[in-house]
Each structure stands twice: as structure tokens, then as C-alpha cells.
């Protein structure tokens, strides 16, 4: 590109405007790393729960989601080396971040005030994870997680309507769908 | 009447920069260059303009060893970016 103006009319310039806008736009990055940690956290986590539940009598089968701990610590530090590493920054990147970081504010008191909703806790995180996973899908341009999206959404409706045990397998089932096959994919074309 | 365009955005390089940086929270020298097709040492004379004009911020530092060069648009480099828009909008009405 020069630097030249004499030539540019009122038309080129806002093709090139619009042009580079939509280069921007489109540098959207992505870290197919927090979707794979989350993904077999939470599915390991469901799993345990179910496994627990069905074939032993352990009084506590929830202690299991404490795996959530180091998993929000690795994701932590994660992110605060990508902040250091990473200097180009869109809009788009800081919405995908927030709308992950919200769900993060937003899960807790869902877990605390469970026993308001009558302990409907895991298909309620469902219907709000699915939020998050389909814009993410739409931000990235990438099919799989929208159907991600739509499989958390699903899986969520499903959840309602069964009981305790069985909402730990569509927890998984959700979590396989929604995260762990989109994010291998993703990092299939990554690579 | 028409309103003359800034002629420090009016420049094809000049307008590229800030054409990204709108979109951007910041920016790296090199993904200016990349995605401008410019000259290392064309951009970095057009960068200092706009900084000089208050439109834009240069933060210089490293990246481990490496020099590192972030750019970000200012507010007056965004006024001064909607005005430059809406003066062209009324260009091409015309």
C-alpha cells in the first residue's frame, strides 16, 4: 500500500475502509485449549458423578465437580500469559472472553441458591452454557459449535425432565457434543 | 457545501491504519504491515503522523528480546475517523 492520495476518490476510500474492517473483523483468534480442558473437566466430572451415584453408596457423589478447582487455576494462568503474549487485540476477541467470563459469575449462585429451584442445577447450567457456546460458534464462523450450542440447548430441555442420575449422562453427553468434538475439530484445522 | 477531507486521513496507507485500529483494542506493528502490504519503513513514517496528529498511541517495548510496537486509535483519532466518514458520505450523495 503507498502513500499516495492524489488518486483515492470519495469511492476508494470507502472500499478501503470497509475492506480493512473486515480484515479486522475477521482476526478473530481463538484457544482451542480452554474448550478442551473445560470439555473433559466437565464430562469427567458428570461421569464420575453418575458413576458414583449408580454404583456405590458414597453419601457425597458431588465432591467429584471439586475438579473444577484446578481446572479454573490452570485456566487462570493461561490466561494471564496469553494477556502478557498476545498484543493484538479485536472487539470480537474481547466479547468472546467476557461472554465466557461471565458464565463464570454467573454458574456460582446457581450452584448456591440450587435448592431454590428444586436442585434443577445441572440442566440450568446446560441452558446457560448453551448461550455462550452458540455465539462463540457465530463469532468464529464455525459450524460445530453452533451445533455445540444447539446440543447444550437440547440436552438442557432433556434434563429437565429426567432424574438426578440420568442428568449426569446427558451432562456428558452435552459437554462431548457442545465442546469436545468442536474443539478437536477446531484444532484439526488450526493445525 | 462540502467539508474538505482531513488530508492526514485522506492517504491510502494513513486510512488503512486507522481503518484497522477502529476495529481493533490494539495493535502490533507487524499485523499493520501484514495486513496493510506495507513497508517497514513506509508504515513506520505514517504511524508517527498519526501520532503526531494525537490520533493514535505508540507504546514501544519487548517481547522477551524482541521490540515490540503497539499501536492503539485515540478518541480524537476516532472523532477525527467518524468526521473523515461522514465528509465522504456527503461526497458521494453529491
Redesign the interface.
Given at each position: 500500500?503507498?502513500?499516495?492520495?492524489k488518486d483515492?476518490s470519495?469511492?476508494q476510500?470507502?472500499a478501503?475502509?470497509?475492506?480493512?474492517?473486515r480484515?479486522?473483523?475477521g482476526?478473530v483468534s481463538y484457544s482451542t485449549k480452554y474448550i478442551l480442558l473445560w470439555g473433559w473437566c466437565i464430562a469427567l466430572a458428570n461421569l464420575g458423578m453418575y458413576g458414583l451415584m449408580k454404583f456405590s453408596t458414597y453419601p457425597h457423589p458431588y465432591v467429584v465437580w471439586l475438579i473444577t478447582i484446578p481446572a479454573t487455576i490452570v485456566s487462570i494462568i493461561y490466561g494471564i500469559k496469553e494477556g502478557k503474549?498476545k498484543?493484538?487485540?479485536?472487539?470480537l476477541?474481547?466479547i468472546t472472553m467476557w461472554l465466557w467470563l461471565s458464565l463464570f459469575f454467573i454458574i456460582p449462585p446457581v450452584i448456591t441458591f440450587g435448592y431454590k429451584i428444586n436442585f434443577q442445577i445441572n440442566p440450568v447450567i446446560l441452558l446457560l452454557t448453551a448461550f455462550p457456546t452458540f455465539i462463540t460458534g457465530i463469532i468464529l464462523r464455525f459450524k460445530p459449535l453452533l451445533v455445540g450450542g444447539i446440543c447444550f440447548w437440547a440436552c438442557s430441555i432433556i434434563c429437565f425432565m429426567v432424574d438426578a442420575q440420568t442428568q449426569m449422562l446427558l451432562g456428558a453427553l452435552a459437554v462431548i457434543t457442545g465442546y469436545l468434538i468442536p474443539g478437536y475439530l477446531l484444532k484439526r484445522i488450526k493445525v | 457545501m462540502f467539508k474538505e477531507l482531513d488530508p492526514l486521513l485522506h492517504s491510502q496507507l494513513r486510512l488503512g491504519v486507522m481503518s484497522l485500529l477502529i476495529s481493533m483494542e490494539a495493535a502490533e506493528f507487524t499485523f499493520l504491515k501484514e495486513k496493510t502490504n506495507s513497508t517497514a519503513g513506509n508504515l513506520s513514517v505514517q504511524l508517527d503522523k498519526l501520532s503526531e496528529a494525537g490520533y493514535i498511541t505508540i507504546e514501544k517495548s519487548f517481547k522477551g528480546k524482541k521490540p515490540l510496537t503497539t499501536c492503539k486509535i485515540t478518541r480524537k483519532g476516532i472523532k477525527a475517523f467518524e468526521e473523515y466518514v461522514n465528509n465522504l458520505k456527503d461526497y458521494i450523495k453529491k
Amino acid at each position: 500500500m503507498k502513500d499516495e492520495n492524489k488518486d483515492l476518490s470519495a469511492e476508494q476510500s470507502l472500499a478501503l475502509i470497509s475492506g480493512m474492517i473486515r480484515q479486522a473483523q475477521g482476526n478473530v483468534s481463538y484457544s482451542t485449549k480452554y474448550i478442551l480442558l473445560w470439555g473433559w473437566c466437565i464430562a469427567l466430572a458428570n461421569l464420575g458423578m453418575y458413576g458414583l451415584m449408580k454404583f456405590s453408596t458414597y453419601p457425597h457423589p458431588y465432591v467429584v465437580w471439586l475438579i473444577t478447582i484446578p481446572a479454573t487455576i490452570v485456566s487462570i494462568i493461561y490466561g494471564i500469559k496469553e494477556g502478557k503474549e498476545k498484543i493484538t487485540h479485536s472487539h470480537l476477541d474481547k466479547i468472546t472472553m467476557w461472554l465466557w467470563l461471565s458464565l463464570f459469575f454467573i454458574i456460582p449462585p446457581v450452584i448456591t441458591f440450587g435448592y431454590k429451584i428444586n436442585f434443577q442445577i445441572n440442566p440450568v447450567i446446560l441452558l446457560l452454557t448453551a448461550f455462550p457456546t452458540f455465539i462463540t460458534g457465530i463469532i468464529l464462523r464455525f459450524k460445530p459449535l453452533l451445533v455445540g450450542g444447539i446440543c447444550f440447548w437440547a440436552c438442557s430441555i432433556i434434563c429437565f425432565m429426567v432424574d438426578a442420575q440420568t442428568q449426569m449422562l446427558l451432562g456428558a453427553l452435552a459437554v462431548i457434543t457442545g465442546y469436545l468434538i468442536p474443539g478437536y475439530l477446531l484444532k484439526r484445522i488450526k493445525v | 457545501m462540502f467539508k474538505e477531507l482531513d488530508p492526514l486521513l485522506h492517504s491510502q496507507l494513513r486510512l488503512g491504519v486507522m481503518s484497522l485500529l477502529i476495529s481493533m483494542e490494539a495493535a502490533e506493528f507487524t499485523f499493520l504491515k501484514e495486513k496493510t502490504n506495507s513497508t517497514a519503513g513506509n508504515l513506520s513514517v505514517q504511524l508517527d503522523k498519526l501520532s503526531e496528529a494525537g490520533y493514535i498511541t505508540i507504546e514501544k517495548s519487548f517481547k522477551g528480546k524482541k521490540p515490540l510496537t503497539t499501536c492503539k486509535i485515540t478518541r480524537k483519532g476516532i472523532k477525527a475517523f467518524e468526521e473523515y466518514v461522514n465528509n465522504l458520505k456527503d461526497y458521494i450523495k453529491k
